[in-house]
């Protein structure tokens, strides 16, 4: 599948759960700058102390620190034909660097209430090592507590109470980059946050396979 994605939606509104269907339908390359940016996080380095510390308390990381991360992405092979870019552009600044980089061919906004948002984090539990995601109750893992994966045992994100200040950052920094995307001409597409996983499979899929045509 040649296209290349925008993920934008709320913090746990299911953009990494979306990213993981896709990725299994159609083989696109996965880049997440909260994934690769926790990596950095565990670090003992003063980089890693500072990547931490912004991240913990759910503010957004300087640019310097993020485009270094996503140009390197850019640039390798598996990324030259297609790819899914969850977690970048996070302002308007970001996405007009990265509309100068690469040609974007469309934009899925995941659309949830931000109480709903709340109530269903409080299920998560994430992968420190693969990034995979699940919920205890939605999307358990076939061995409680235990990455499908990869074996590590699973824990609960360190940013997970700072969840109503992400939404603030979401609302004022993030949303108005799908506004200045279409501006430019870039479809965008929006898929209900909080459909069953089965629904947004075939919602996706149909999604991606009509629009390639
Ligand atoms: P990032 O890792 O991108 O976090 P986020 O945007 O806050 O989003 P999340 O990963 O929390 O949620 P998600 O939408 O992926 O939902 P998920 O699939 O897990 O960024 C983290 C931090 O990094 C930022 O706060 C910032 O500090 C920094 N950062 C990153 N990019 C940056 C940038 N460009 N510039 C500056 N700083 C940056 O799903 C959530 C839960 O719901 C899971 O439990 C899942 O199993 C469940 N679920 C999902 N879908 C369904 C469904 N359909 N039905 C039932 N349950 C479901
Ligand atoms: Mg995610």
């Known amino acids: ?5 925008i993920l934008i939606g709320p913090p746990g509104a299911g953009k990494g759960t979306i990213a993981d269907l896709l990725i299994e339908k159609f083989n696109f390359t996965h880049i997440s700058t909260g ?4 990596i950095v996080a565990e670090e003992q380095s003063e980089l890693g102390i500072k990547v931490k510390t912004i991240m913990n308390e759910g503010g957004l990381l300087p640019d310097e620190i993020v485009d270094e991360i996503i140009k390197e ?22 996405a007009e660097k990265l509309i100068d980089w690469v ?5 899925v906004v995941v659309d949830m209430k931000d109480e709903d948002i709340i109530e269903r984090l409080n299920g998560r539990r994430t992968c420190p090592k693969c990034g995979a995601s699940y919920h205890i ?9 235990i990455c499908d994966f990869c074996g590590t045992k699973l824990i609960k994100r360190a940013d997970e109470d700072k ?12 949303e108005p980059v ?9 479809r965008i597409q929006k898929v209900p946050g ?3 996983v089965k629904t947004q499979k075939e919602w996706m899929g149909n999604l991606i396979v009509y629009n390639q045509e």
């Open 137 to 145: 109750v939605n999307i358990p893992p076939k061995v409680e507590g």
């Open 73 to 94: 992405a850019l640039s390798k092979e598996d990324a030259k034909d297609s790819f899914i870019l969850d977690g970048y552009p996070r302002h308007v600044g970001q």
């Open 194 to 196: 909080d459909f069953d």
């Open 35 to 38: 994934n690769s940016l926790r």
């Open 163 to 174: 969840i109503k200040h992400r939404l603030d950052v979401y609302h004022k920094e993030t």
């Open 103 to 107: 040609k974007i061919d469309e934009v």
């Open 178 to 186: 799908i506004e200045f995307l279409k501006n430019k001409g870039i």
């Open 1 to 5: 599948m040649n296209k290349k994605l």
